[in-house]
């Protein structure tokens, strides 16, 4: 959007004498409302407000000093007997947000001061209007309420929230028409070429027009539009079509609470029904099923008149996914289960498909995401967000995105470049300017309106959009849902650019580290789930009661949580207080169906058992009450565990560890200056170090939490500093406890090394108080190449580690799921890091730095201080990631066994025969008529495997949605590269 083009109109044409003469007319005040109210610091049901104590209030007094402090006012009043036959409204005007609601506590209308550009062209800024009554009687009495909200962030500034304005006026609509029409007009004239004969036509009409109105009788005001009319008819037509939908682009959590969002939302819907009663041919879109929801649930009367308008076509849910989520950190589980439930939720409440993944404001896209879209029967995608590239400017709008395993979807970005488009001339004359695809496709799209709280489009929007349906020469506006857009483009395929890969935001690295805890508990719920959907399947087959409905509430509340300014780490401190505690909760309930599902299964004898839920055979120790044990157990099985005897390998001194693998040196500090690998008889650490606890500046940029400088690696990183260490060798492990401390904070570090293991893990807890630092964990191994690989959403992606090109230096910092590897095929041998929780990295030059913990102020100024626990490993290994299997290790370092005090006998409940074809999910089938099971291959090779699968059954193929597409021939099944697969077991 080009704000500068709109601030310079506002200078030049729009402060003209005849704009404001005309928008003086609209409005005339009649009267003044009385006003009380009560103010609290949450908000109070409507059904309770009788019981509140009231004060009167006048205009320029404080009705509330808190950031997002909440009251109740009740207006009253009369319409003079003046008004008679005239339209009245009411203007209200008060800081903050508020809704009118009716005599049952049903939304009617939103008022908000958020504002937009053309809110404040309007003859009243903003949303302040709210209807009363047409062709008045005169003495009507007023009686209304109205909830309101400060919503001022903490921080930014006075949270003092006033009470403006409580006028009653009479309207001319005749009048405002005309405004809008001169409006549209000096826009046009504005965007016009200096040389163009549309704009002395333009002054030349607009000049008659006003000379018309005269004294502004309506039946002058009649003749002055009819002058309008024509000269918005006149002129050569343009070829471009763009396709504009309301839109009111609202964070389900940002810079206020969630609680707050539900009353957003109420306020924004309730006024866009109004607009839709208003407006013919007006369509508004809404994204986010979880709002919806919320509304079925809050406002039931409310959802609804807005059922109604969607099976009417007048809204277009938008958007298959159950929140407009993060793709940087949400697993493939959770994106898969994001299009399931969002999918579902438009499929059952309203009987609609959609086709669009609408996520305007993801800080980037994961690679995989074409082939989750797909499968789950999206094949469009709409974002606008790579615009937002701080150093190479993305050279598409209109586009062919392809996936890591060769699927596709159409990409549309609105090459204004906003989802607050203002919708006036301004805005579509700049959209065609932008549009790198205007040569060859005509088609683009607008989503106009004013978001988070701000309502959506207001009604200068509105009317602006509407006129530019007839301003002929400009792009013609079609007005309609966002589907119209992809249904043309889908014509234009193939005259569309491919863009292979991930779509990298050069922007926002940060958010792959801010607010560590809600990452770790993510990721913490996302495997915990799984355990919980496998062992229910292993329950529901012996016929005891699947938990779907426990499960799905808590999905369902994970998924809100992955939204996009929620697990980023990009909201305010109370966000995260709040999501912190309902992780907590949720994870024990999770772990509890998860204990009384293996008490079903379960036999009589008290016999110590290890369930493994995941597709490796898992052999290793495990420490139980303080005692080590081995197990060695098959994929998705269960065997007894073996008490540890002492393990002669184990050993350590003062500077060293050791297990019948490695021999780990630590140097004067803590830091590792070898890593001998006793197989290859290859020192990873040779002549450089490992597991420096590195601390950077972290500058701060405008957007604090979101952002890292770029050139932060400038600076001389100081280090954490070793004041004591120990050494302990158990029967299971061997273990190396080194204690630091810098500034205010200090650091316990176990390093492990486990009887048979071939990770050497760190257990790192941190108690962090710094400002504006980043706490960093660095590798330099002898082993290194010039990519990296980086685990993602059920595949990886290969990245440069060099810093060369604008692309490889903008690219300082990537987000990578459970490991990263680097290996030298000169050497055969190669580097992995595991992860527990940790996604932002650095891989450049021969250094591997994983951030673990950074220090923003803004908005939230006490971002990840305090105590956290976080665990890294690595795994040195001859050849590359995939002969290594770095997968297996990292699955088996997140996923741990589950141990039962009673024996449980479990064949394998699915073997792949293929190491690199993973079962990620066994779960029931969510119409409970059946199982499912997915699988993925994750080398990025073809394969065909023979699939075993205890369960007997008929086996079919099913999409992402489990629709069944035909039978499967488990017997040779074929995998593409990086293919997702859906089974459906019966």
Known sequence: MDIMQHIKFTLTEGLKGSLRRIASKVYEKVGTLSAEFSPSDEPVPFNERMNLNYSKIQNGQIWHKKSFGCAWFHFTGKVPECAKGRDVELVLQLTGEGCLMDFAGNPLKGLSSINSFIDFVQPVRGKRILDFKKNADGGEEVDIWVETGTNRVPGTGPTRAKLRRADIVVVREDIKGLYYDVLALEFQKFVSGKKDLKRKTISDSVSKALSVVGNFAPENVEKARAILKEEMARGEENPFTIYATGHAHLDLAWLWPLRETQRKAGRTFSTQLANLEKYDGYVFGASQPQQFAWMEEKYPALFERIKKAVQEGKIEPQGGMWVECDTNITSGESLIRQNLYGTRYWRDKFGKEVKVCHLPDVFGFSGNLPQILKKSGIDYFETIKLSWNEHNKFPSR?????????????????????????????????????????????????????????????????????????????PKIKVGPQSDLFDALENERQKMSVYKGELYLEKHQGTYTTQSKNKYYNRKLEFALHNAEYLGTLAAIKGIEYPYPQLEKIWKEVLLYQFHDIIPGSSINRVYVESVKRYEEMLEEVEKISSDLIGSIAGKDKVLTAINPTGYRNKGVVLVNDKWYKISVPPYSAAPLEIMEKDPSLDATDETIENEYYLVKFDKNGNINSLFDKRLKRDFGDKHWLNKLHVYPDKRLHYNAWDIDINYTKKIPAEFKLVSHSVKVLSGAVIRENNYKFGNSTISQKVVLYSGGQIIDFITDIDWH???????????????????????????????????????????????????????????????????????????????????????????????????????????????????????????????????????????????????VVVETIKRAEDGKGTIIRLYEDAGKETTISLSISQKGEVFETDLLERISGPAEISALKFKPFEIKTLLVK
Request: charged share 25%.
């Open 398 to 474: 209109t586009f062919i995105w392809e996936g890591i395993d060769g699927s596709d979807v159409i990409v549309h970005m609105p090459p204004d470049e906003t989802y607050n488009s203002d919708g006036t001339p301004i805005t579509s004359v700049t959209a065609v300017k932008n549009y790198p695809e205007k040569e060859n496709i005509k088609d683009l799209g607008m989503l106009y309106g004013i978001g988070d709280g701000g309502g959506g489009p207001s009604e200068g929007h509105i009317e602006m959009v509407l006129r530019g349906r007839h301003l002929t020469g400009l």
């Open 770 to 916: 710094e400002k504006h630092k980043m706490l960093r964990a660095e590798f330099r191994p002898s082993v290194f190449s010039d990519e990296v690989t980086c685990d993602i959403q059920m595949g990886s992606i290969k990245r440069s580690t060099k810093d060369q090109t604008k692309i490889e230096k903008a690219q300082f910092e990537i987000s990578a799921h459970k490991w990263i590897d680097v290996s030298d095929n000169e050497k055969d041998a190669g580097f992995s890091v595991l992860t527990e929780s940790k996604y932002g990295w650095r891989v450049k030059e021969g250094l591997i730095s994983l951030n673990l913990l950074r220090s923003p102020v803004w908005p939230d100024p006490e971002a990840d201080r305090g105590k956290h626990t976080i665990r890294y490993a690595l795994y040195p290994h001859a050849g590359d990631h995939n002969s290594a299997n770095t997968q297996k290790e990292a699955y088996l370092y997140n996923i741990k066994p589950l141990i039962s005090a009673s024996s449980i006998e479990l064949e394998p409940f699915v073997l792949t025969g293929n190491p690199h």
